[in-house]
C-alpha cells in the first residue's frame, strides 16, 4: 500500500506570495492532519481534517487554512507568506475513527518550504 | 494541558551498546504515548505506541518503550545500537481535548559511532 505523498516536495516563495501543499493520505484513511516543524518551535499541530470538515485547530493564524476534499486528499494555503513560514510541513494520514486518539498517525516526507 | 519533554538534545553510543532515548510527559486523563524517528531530509517515521496494558512496548525495528505511571516517563531502548539507527528521534503524546493531534517533544538526536 503506497505511504502518504506530499507536492511538491520543495518549494521557494517570497515574502507576500501565498503557497497551496498537497497530500495525499494512505488509501482507506480519512483523517489527515498537518504539521509544521521548524529549528525553532519544533513540531507543532497546524489543523487536522476528517470527512472534508476541520476537526481541529491548532494555534496558528488565519493565514493558515486547509481544505480537504472528497477523496480525502487535502491541501493547505498559506497567505501572505512570511520569513518565519520558512519550515518542513509535514502531512499525517490515519484512519479517522472518529475520536479515537489512540489512533497512529502516518507521516508523508514534508514540504520544504523557503520564504525569502 | 499536554506536554512531553525529552531531556536530552543529544545523545551517543557505541555500536553493539544498549541505547535508551528518554521521555516524560504531562497529560491529564490516560496517556498515548507514541515514537516517531526522522531521518534527514525524511518525515517521521512510526516506532512504537503505548495504549493500555503492559508496560513494555515493542515497536519496529527491534526498537522497544517501557511506560512508567509513576514517574510518568516512555523511554525508548533498544539492546544493541546500530549505525544505521543514527537519527532524530520523537516522542509524542496524544491529545486528550482535541481529535486526532499529536504532541511533540522537542526531538533527540542519537548518533552511533561505530
Known amino acids: 500500500k503506497a505511504g502518504v505523498t506530499q507536492t511538491p516536495r520543495y518549494l521557494i516563495k517570497t515574502r507576500g506570495q501565498q503557497v497551496t501543499l498537497s497530500c495525499s493520505p494512505i488509501?482507506?484513511?480519512?483523517?489527515v492532519s498537518w504539521y509544521q516543524q521548524t529549528p525553532g518551535q519544533g513540531l507543532q499541530f497546524l489543523f487536522e481534517y476528517f470527512s472534508e470538515t476541520q476537526r481541529n485547530k491548532g494555534n496558528f493564524p488565519g493565514r493558515f487554512s486547509g481544505r480537504q476534499f472528497s477523496n480525502s486528499r487535502s491541501e493547505m494555503n498559506v497567505s501572505t507568506l512570511e520569513l518565519g513560514d520558512s519550515a518542513l510541513y509535514l502531512c499525517?494520514?490515519?484512519?479517522?475513527?472518529?475520536?479515537?486518539?489512540?489512533?497512529?498517525?502516518?507521516f508523508g516526507p514534508g514540504t520544504r518550504l523557503l520564504v525569502l | 494541558a499536554q506536554s512531553v519533554a525529552q531531556p536530552e538534545d543529544q545523545v551517543k553510543v557505541a555500536e553493539g551498546n544498549p541505547l535508551t532515548v528518554k521521555c516524560t510527559y504531562s497529560?491529564?486523563?490516560?496517556?498515548?504515548l507514541f515514537w516517531y524517528v526522522q531521518y534527514p531530509n525524511r518525515g517521521l517515521q512510526f516506532l512504537l505506541k503505548?495504549?493500555?496494558?503492559?508496560?513494555l512496548v515493542k515497536g519496529s525495528y527491534g526498537f522497544e518503550a517501557e511506560f512508567n505511571k509513576s514517574q510518568t516517563s516512555f523511554h525508548l531502548k533498544k539492546p544493541s545500537a546500530l549505525v544505521s539507527d543514527s537519527a532524530l528521534y520523537f516522542c509524542?503524546?496524544?491529545?486528550?481535548?482535541?481529535?486526532?493531534?499529536?504532541?511533540f517533544g522537542t526531538g533527540t538526536r542519537l548518533t552511533v559511532i561505530p
Open positions: 509524542a503524546v496524544s491529545s486528550q481535548t482535541g481529535a486526532n493531534n499529536l504532541f
Open positions: 499525517a494520514s490515519s484512519l479517522g475513527i472518529a475520536g479515537d486518539k489512540q489512533e497512529t498517525q502516518y
Open positions: 488509501s482507506g484513511h480519512r483523517s
Open positions: 503505548y495504549i493500555t496494558g503492559d508496560n
Open positions: 497529560v491529564s486523563g490516560n496517556p498515548y
